[in-house]
Structure formats: structure tokens, C-alpha cells
């Protein structure tokens, strides 16, 4: 299996997810070809930790999360929660499992039913799964509008358009928590919203992770966003892993070429630090023909042979720091130059 | 290029563009709509400007009121634009498109909606080439391909026979600057063109269009959110809150010496790179102002950590800073005592929470 390693798993601890060799293909129309959206990753979640996923559009980390709910089902691999093999549960297990993993949505306002009340919204999951009274279920719902700071007696006569996209996004949080949940997969959460309002979502997030003890899969693509909330960041790239590891060492020493053209693509609020040179001009290729050995090879300016033929896979290079790369910037064999010059 | 000539020739001595009291209400249901309340500025030629703000702090509406871009009807337009001397609000729409592409020209947030998804992507740029340059089929082709060239698009040639749905995002966002820079304007408005895009594609982006500004000699109007973004794009930034501009400064003096307790607290609550993670981040407490009924005196003051009963009573009028091209409005500026005194207040409280929550954690 061509996968990228999984010497980052660990066997110690309370892991509450762990993911093993994931495959999400999709068809491309009648021509035979495949997406390759997820291509054989691996990771873990321990309970109460945030793991912060980050890259660039297309490399497969809201398929990642999407996944991890089996929406769809991947083609293959193992999403093991609470101690369950999701991939092998009947429909009806499925559906009960997915109570305790919730999903918060990029678009804070398409991802509320325009034509109900808010209220009626968040208090659903609780009507579905028949959990209480209708007392005890609108008690419920109007506390946990209180703590996400929204009005209930607003929520119960308004719709989602009455609302900001930052209360939207209050909104949707209150609704995923309804249920109790002990693991919520963030798909670009705030991307969407203005810094101001963003800090107010950010903060709310890490608040109601201590009170309700959650773990919280973080996907974005902003480097600074999931620095601040996660433990641990995991970077991806066309389906892969490239690096894993504590996020303040990831951000102090990043290991993969690929980490260090996100953080270089920062831009800083400050006029006094030259705008970095971009280092690597292009896009991600195609996710349908992905290049073979390393897929961040033709992009990378360390690349080499054995980077377009061999796949690299993660390993240690510190503690709890991992990378998928043949010349990594610190931890490798040998220093970068000496390797291309020995080739 | 004839008419290039002659626009050159045409302007006086004073500011490329200069914008006084403008102001563009919207007539709804709920009432008028103030999404620019009196603005005032001016703009030099080759120089950048950054308008930077939240959501609803109208300098979307900023950017279209100057270019001329709103619709008719229930929209009121005051004020005065001057553009290379001569007065561009209230002409018809047929003089209007006489500036448009040619003189002022404008990339949008979303390349993928901005661009005709039926139409090639070769013909989108050569129609602006046709209708405004007079350009035949093959000029306008091979000027097409140069402009493509220009923005780095690789491939040039097969690019012009696909269509926006066959690019990626960043080719996207490419094209609209192609299209936008086809006639030469001498104004060009980004209206948040980076923000549907990767980090990465975003910096690729933002050096084009400062390459582009540079080799062009061309003005520049940076719309956006994010203070990042404009830190190293732009010579001066107008910050806007509540169709108003509150504070405007050379890009340098403004980050060194902000004034506006607005602009300094949007600054804060970018999450910063450098500090640890689960930071607290800093918020700025509550929403924008509903533009309709806008606060009275600032309309900032609800949201201000610092507010005085001055700020609630009367509205500040833009003053002029150390520097006479650093204007802000605000009574109580950054590094005033009254701002001090609140400041050392709102510490004491920040840091005895701060400890009592690590006690708690």
C-alpha cells in the first residue's frame, strides 16, 4: 500500500478517532479516471484534543472530514470512533453513532434551512432522536442559545437571513451541540466571517471545548487560525500527509518544503516585513493524474529523483513531529545539498 | 492608443482622482440604507490604496459609487468624484462606459461568478479590446494572448479557447485581472480579490497586480478585510466603520502610529502567527452599526473598549494627526491619556481573568 506512513500513530492515551489508510476516490464522469481526493492517510485524535487540518484547496481535507461521517463512505480504509469500525456499521448504527460526531459548515447561512425558525432548527436532532420533553428539549435548546450568546426569544420568532453570518455560525455551533457530542469536525468554520467577528467564533470554540470536554477536528486553511486553536496540525497536500506535529513546533520549525511556502504565503500585518518572495510559483496539479513519488515533487525545489519515483513516508524527526519527505529541512540523513550532490 | 494620449493631456495638476462628500444611500423598506456617508479622499497616479473594513462597513459600495457601478433606481448618489480633472458623477451611462476599462477598471471577490460561463475565455478578454479600442479580430487576439502572458497564465494559447469552469481558481482570478488590465486603465478597483483563494495563490496574486501597477504606472484600490493583505501592498490606507472613514494614513504611519481605537482593535484581532496556540484572541465586542439607523456621535462608540460620554453625544470630525496627510476621527485617539488611563483599566481586568481562568483550566 502506497500509503504515507503511519509511525505518527500512537498507541498510548485515549484516542477517541483513529483513521487508518483512508481512500476517497470519485469518478470522473464516464472516462474511467478518478479523483484521487484522499489517498491513504492515517492519523489519530486523542479525547479533548484539537487536531487542526490545514492546505490549499483540493487536497482532500473537507473529504478527510467528510469521510470521518461516512458521507459519502470512503473506498477503503479503517475510521475507528469511540472504539466502533464506522466503515463496517449498518445504516441504523451508523445513524447513532453520528449523534456523537457533529460537523459545523463553511457557509454559516446556506447550511441552515432558510424557511424554519431558529429555534425549531437547533431543537430538531433533539426532536429525532425523541431525547425529553418538549419542555426539557426547548430548556435545552434555549441554554445552550444562551451560551453561544444569541437572543432565544429572538431565535424562536426569526429566521437564519435575520441573522449575521457570525450568529449564523453561533447558530450552527449551538445545533451541533445539541446531542451531547464528543467529537465535532470544523469544515472551514470561519473562513467565511470577518477577523473581528472570527476572534469572537474562535474564542466561543475553545470555551465550550473545556465546558463540555469536546474534541475538535479543525479543518482550514488558514495557517494563523489553526495555529491558535489546535494542539496538533496536520498538513495536507493532493490527498496526502506531509507533516504532523505539536502546532507551536510546527509553526517554529516546519520540516516539509510544502509547511514552509504556507507559512512564507502568510501575510504579515506589518509594513515593515518585506513581502516574502513567493518561493514556488503554481497550483496543486490535478488530483486526477497526481505525479507519482512525492506529489508535492514538481513544486518543490528541493526535489530530486528519488522524490519523483519513491514515495516518501511520514517518520519521526522530534518528538511528536513527523514528516513525509526525502530532503526535510531539519531531521534528515543529510543536509539537502550534499544529498542532490551525491545523486 | 490614441485615447490614452488624450486622457493624459487632459489632466491638471491636481490628484488622479479626488473624492469629496460622497455619499450613496439605498432606499429599502426598512428606510435609508447610509452605506457611504460622506467620504473624502484623494489619490494620486501610480500610488495604492488599501480600504480596509468590516462587512457593512460600505466600502464595497465605496469602490462601485466611484466607478459608477450601482443600480439606478432607489439609490441616492451625492457628492462630488473628480477624476483627472474633470467631474464623472452624474454623467449618462453612455459616457460613463467611455471610463470604464479604459480609465477605471475593477476585479471582483468571486472570479467564478465574475466571469461569463458560456463564453471563451479568449473572446471575454478581446470584447473590452473591440468595444473600446476599436482593435480588429487579430489584434485583439494577439493583444488577448499578451495580456495572458502578462498575468502568467501557462498555456496561453489553449487558454483562450476554455472556459472559466476549466480553470482553477487562481487561473480564474488571473483572467479577471487580464480582462481588467486589457485597456490600460489608469485606475484599477480589487474589490477583495484575494479572498476566495489559497494563501499561497493569494501571494501570487497580490505581487501581479503590484508588478502590474508598477510596469503600468497605474492607481491602485485595495478593497478588503484583512490588514495583512494591504500591510504590504499599498502606500496609504483609508479605514472605513459605518459608511464612514475613520481613519486614513500613509500604510508605514498608520501601523506605527494608528489613531483609531477601531483600527487598532481590528488589528489585535487578527490571530497572530507568533503567538502560542489557544492564545485568547481579542474581539471586538458586538456588530457593525445598522446603517440605517447608525449610532449618534461615533459609530464606533457602542463596540469602543475606551468610550466617554463625549462619544456618545457628538460625532468626531476626521482630524489631522502629527503628520498633516494622517487624518482619524475619534476624540479619544491611541496614546491619549484619557485612552491610557482606560488602558491600564482594562489590563488590570484582563490579567486577574486570565489568572483565575489558568486557575480554573
Redesign the interface.
Known amino acids: 500500500m502506497a500509503g504515507s506512513g503511519k509511525a505518527h500513530l500512537r498507541d498510548s492515551g485515549d484516542v477517541l478517532l483513529r483513521v487508518e489508510d483512508l481512500v476517497v476516490e470519485f469518478p470522473v464522469g464516464r472516462t474511467g479516471l478518478k479523483v484521487h481526493a484522499v489517498s491513504g492517510i492515517s492519523f489519530d485524535v486523542l479525547r479533548g484534543e484539537t487536531l487542526g487540518v490545514v492546505g490549499?484547496?483540493g487536497c482532500g481535507k473537507s473529504t478527510t472530514g467528510k469521510a470521518m461521517m461516512m458521507l459519502p463512505r470512503p473506498n477503503s480504509g479503517s475510521v475507528v470512533f469511540e472504539g466502533a469500525e464506522l466503515t463496517s456499521l449498518p445504516p441504523d448504527a451508523m445513524r447513532a453513532a453520528r449523534t456523537r460526531m457533529q460537523m459545523i459548515f463553511q457557509d454559516p447561512i446556506s447550511s441552515l434551512n432558510p424557511r424554519r425558525k431558529v429555534r425549531d432548527i437547533v431543537r430538531e436532532p433533539l426532536v429525532i432522536w425523541k431525547r425529553g420533553a418538549e419542555k426539557e428539549q426547548l430548556a435545552k435548546v434555549d441554554q445552550l442559545l444562551e451560551e453561544v450568546g444569541i437572543d432565544p426569544q429572538r431565535a424562536a420568532e426569526s429566521q437564519a437571513h435575520q441573522f449575521?453570518?457570525?450568529q449564523c455560525q453561533r447558530i450552527s455551533i449551538a445545533r451541533s451541540l445539541v446531542l451531547d457530542p464528543t467529537l465535532i469536525i470544523c469544515d472551514e468554520p470561519v473562513s467565511a466571517l470577518?477577523?473581528?467577528?472570527?476572534?469572537?467564533v474562535?474564542?466561543l470554540l475553545?470555551d465550550l471545548k473545556?465546558k463540555y470536554g469536546l474534541t475538535l477536528v479543525f479543518i482550514a486553511?488558514?495557517?494563523?487560525?489553526v495555529?491558535?486553536?489546535?494542539?496538533r496540525v496536520q498538513v495536507m497536500y493532493l490527498g496526502k500527509i506531509c507533516e504532523v506535529a505539536p502546532?507551536?513546533s510546527m509553526?517554529t520549525s516546519p520540516a516539509h518544503h510544502y509547511t514552509k511556502?504556507?507559512?512564507?504565503?502568510?501575510?504579515?500585518?506589518?509594513?515593515?516585513?518585506?513581502?516574502?518572495?513567493?518561493a514556488?510559483?503554481?497550483?496543486p496539479p490535478s488530483p486526477v493524474l497526481p505525479p507519482s513519488g512525492c506529489r508535492f515533487n514538481p513544486r518543490c525545489a528541493a526535489a530530486d529523483d528519488r522524490c519523483r519515483s519513491e514515495e516518501p513516508q511520514l517518520r519521526k524527526v522530534a518528538d511528536g513531529h513527523f514528516v513525509a519527505c526525502h530532503h526535510p529541512l531539519f531531521g534528515g540523513e543529510a543536509p539537502v545539498a550534499v544529498r542532490s550532490a551525491a545523486n | 492608443m490614441n485615447s490614452r494620449v488624450q486622457a493624459t493631456s487632459r489632466q491638471t495638476d491636481g490628484p488622479l482622482l479626488k473624492v469629496t462628500d460622497l455619499k450613496t444611500h439605498f432606499r429599502t423598506e426598512r428606510g435609508l440604507v447610509r452605506s457611504v456617508d460622506g467620504v473624502s479622499f484623494s489619490l494620486e497616479r501610480g500610488r495604492a490604496l488599501g480600504i480596509v473594513g468590516?462587512?457593512g462597513s460600505g466600502k464595497t459600495v465605496l469602490s462601485r459609487s466611484i466607478m459608477g457601478l450601482l443600480p439606478g433606481r432607489n439609490t441616492e448618489r451625492s457628492g462630488s468624484v473628480v477624476f483627472e480633472g474633470e467631474e464623472i458623477i452624474g454623467l449618462s451611462l453612455k459616457d460613463r462606459r467611455k471610463i470604464w476599462g479604459r480609465e477605471m477598471s475593477m476585479i471582483f471577490q468571486d472570479p467564478m461568478t465574475s466571469l461569463n460561463p458560456v463564453m471563451r475565455v479568449g473572446k471575454q478578454i478581446t470584447e473590452g479590446l473591440k468595444i473600446h479600442l476599436g482593435m480588429d479580430n487579430e489584434n485583439a487576439r494577439a493583444t488577448a494572448l499578451r495580456l495572458l502572458h502578462d498575468v502568467?497564465i501557462?498555456e496561453p494559447e489553449k487558454r483562450l479557447n476554455q472556459y472559466a469552469f476549466e480553470l482553477?481558481?487562481?487561473?480564474r482570478q488571473r483572467v479577471m485581472i487580464a480582462i481588467a488590465l486589457a485597456c490600460g486603465p489608469t485606475v484599477l478597483f480589487a474589490d477583495e480579490p484575494t479572498t476566495a483563494l489559497?494563501?499561497?495563490?493569494?501571494?501570487?496574486i497580490?505581487?501581479l497586480i503590484g508588478e502590474q501597477r508598477r510596469d503600468r504606472n497605474m492607481s491602485v484600490i485595495l478593497v478588503t478585510?484583512?490588514?495583512?493583505?494591504v500591510?504590504?501592498?499599498t502606500d496609504e490606507i483609508a479605514v472605513m466603520y459605518g459608511g464612514k472613514l475613520v481613519e486614513k494614513a500613509p500604510?508605514?504611519t498608520l501601523?506605527a502610529n494608528m489613531k483609531m481605537p477601531y483600527t487598532e482593535?481590528?488589528?489585535r484581532?487578527?490571530?497572530?502567527?507568533e503567538?502560542?496556540?489557544?492564545?485568547?484572541?481579542?474581539?471586538?465586542?458586538g456588530?457593525p452599526p445598522d446603517l440605517v439607523n447608525p449610532p449618534k456621535g461615533c459609530r464606533f462608540s457602542p463596540r469602543c473598549e475606551y468610550v466617554q460620554p463625549k462619544c456618545i453625544a457628538e460625532e468626531p470630525p476626521l482630524l489631522t494627526a502629527e503628520h498633516a496627510d494622517h487624518v482619524y476621527a475619534c476624540w479619544y485617539p491611541v496614546g491619549s491619556p484619557v485612552y491610557r488611563e482606560k488602558r491600564a483599566q482594562l489590563d488590570k481586568a484582563k490579567k486577574s481573568a486570565g489568572m483565575s481562568q489558568v486557575g480554573a483550566?
Open positions: 490549499e484547496s449575521s453570518g457570525g470577518d477577523v473581528s467577528v472570527q476572534a469572537q474562535l474564542n475553545e473545556l486553511h488558514d495557517l494563523a487560525v495555529k491558535n486553536i489546535s494542539d502546532s507551536n509553526y511556502l504556507l507559512l512564507d504565503s502568510i501575510p504579515v500585518p506589518n509594513p515593515d516585513v518585506a513581502v516574502q518572495q513567493v514556488v510559483q503554481g497550483e | 468590516e462587512s502568467r501557462p482553477s481558481g487562481g487561473m489559497d494563501v499561497t495563490v493569494q501571494a501570487q497580490l505581487e478585510h484583512d490588514l495583512g493583505v500591510a504590504g501592498h500604510t508605514r501601523f482593535a481590528l488589528l484581532s487578527i490571530p497572530n502567527i503567538d502560542p496556540s489557544h492564545t485568547r484572541l481579542n474581539v471586538i465586542a456588530r483550566g
